[in-house]
């Protein structure tokens, strides 16, 4: 579809007020760099939420990237052993999701690390179909590194059609070999929303009614985010169930700055998305 225009009824608590809001993404295509093999493992619940949105919202075929362990530089704070798993665990959130929720056949899920150059190409190629009619959203969920260097390789006529979204500075500087303001020189358009922690980072029971559900699909979504719960490696995640990086899908997917998109991304919301791509014939 060239231009989806979905209403979908969710409603979002901002004090005593509701809304609406309307699925309506801006022309083009997304791609989306996630890490989750750093300490932080909240990537392993954003990435399954990230996945089943795009294909309950019929915008599946729009996601022509999607890398993971994008960390390249193994800190201490996590071992080696642990970070083999968090990558195992990683692809898992990606191919378990994609192959529940379907749609995306004709996607590979890369791992950032053990798969450098495949990812860089991958991401390059993608950065180069772009154009004014059809630009590229990247959407960074993890260290710049991979978005560096594939911008680096591409084109350089087609970086003005790049537009890369970013809700937390902590990413932004974490890496290893490029900093924000390389990203930002190579001439892409910063996409700068609010920090999705505040509503999507949450204590587990306001996700219950994902882990008692009957569909699997969405029990499948939970088990991810519960396996980023009971992690070992780091503690402020207990308690808690994190899809903030998510935040950034449901802010293209509403209509990122070009048509409003929704800037704070609620559980409310994903539960409505979901629920609401279920209850369709897939």
């Known amino acids: 579809m060239d231009k989806l225009v979905l209403m979908v009824f969710a409603f979002l ?7 609406q809001t309307v699925i309506n993404a801006p022309s083009g295509r997304v791609a989306i760099v996630a890490d989750g093999n750093s300490p932080d493992p909240d990537d392993l619940g954003g990435t399954a939420v990230s996945i089943a949105l795009l294909k309950a919202t019929g915008l599946e075929n729009r996601l022509v990237h999607y890398s993971h362990s994008c960390d390249l530089v ?4 996590i071992s080696e052993a642990a970070e083999y798993e968090r990558h195992a665990m990683m692809q898992t959130a990606c191919d378990g999701t994609a192959r529940r929720w379907g749609g995306f056949d004709n996607l590979t899920f890369f791992d950032a690390k053990w798969q450098l150059d495949e990812t860089i190409k991958d991401l390059s190629n993608a950065i180069n179909a772009s154009s004014e009619k059809d630009p590229l959203w990247i959407i960074e969920a993890g260290e710049p590194d991979i978005i560096g260097f594939a911008l680096e390789a591409s084109l350089k006529e087609k970086l003005q059609f790049v537009k890369v979204i970013t809700h937390h500075p902590a990413n932004d500087d974490a890496g290893d070999f490029y900093k924000w303001q390389d990203i930002l020189d190579f001439g892409i358009e910063e996409v700068r929303i609010s920090d999705q922690n505040i509503n999507l980072k949450v204590d587990q029971s306001q996700w219950n009614w994902a882990m008692n559900h009957p569909d699997h699909r969405i029990q499948f979504v939970w088990l991810m985010g519960k396996m ?4 070992n490696v780091v503690k402020f995640q207990k308690g808690k169930w994190d899809c903030s990086d998510a935040g950034m899908v449901l802010y293209w997917i509403t209509g990122a700055n ?5 800037q704070q991304g609620s559980v409310a ?7 609401g791509g279920i209850s369709k014939k897939n």
């Open 13 to 19: 608590v901002v004090g005593s007020v509701t809304a």
């Open 228 to 231: 980023a719960e009971i992690d």
């Open 258 to 262: 070009v048509n409003k998109g929704l």
């Open 74 to 77: 193994r800190v201490d704070r």
């Open 269 to 275: 919301v994903v539960k409505t998305l979901l629920e």
